[in-house]
């Protein structure tokens, strides 16, 4: 009962929470919030948004690739490291992406770094 109430409940603010999720800069986030409100947004639309509400987070995700580095940092980190198969969309646009995100490494490294994870994860099963 409480898992379902608790489904209930997330998928209720998930129609709030989209806009905070992907639609406003990282610079302009609204009424205050935070990048942590964004990264739990993002959770939420993962895991219980409807498809259509994921793919305007993935939009989102490649809109601001080359715009807002720093909100497409919040947003793909956010969506990725879980055990939904919904990440795999934003694996696939980081698995493309050959730019350098901290030293050495880049965002196609850390792309095959969770694929990995995933794959591991699975023989352990």
């Excluded at 947004?41 to 793919?55: K, L, N, P």
């Amino acid at each position: 009962m409480v898992r379902g109430l608790a489904l209930i409940v997330s998928v209720c603010l998930c129609a709030g929470v989209v806009a905070v999720c992907h639609a406003y800069p990282s610079s302009n986030l609204p009424f205050g919030a935070k990048p942590s409100d964004r990264r739990v947004a993002c959770w939420v639309v993962r895991d219980f948004g409807t498809d259509e509400q994921f793919g305007r987070l993935v939009s989102a995700i490649r809109q601001s690739q080359y715009e807002d580095r720093q909100r497409y940092d919040e947003l793909w980190s956010a969506t990725i490291g879980s055990d939904n198969n919904r990440e795999n969309e934003v694996l696939e646009i980081l698995l493309a992406d050959q730019r350098v995100v901290q030293g050495n490494k880049r965002y196609s490294d850390i792309a095959r770094g969770e694929l990995a994870r995933i794959k591991a994860r699975g023989v352990r099963n």
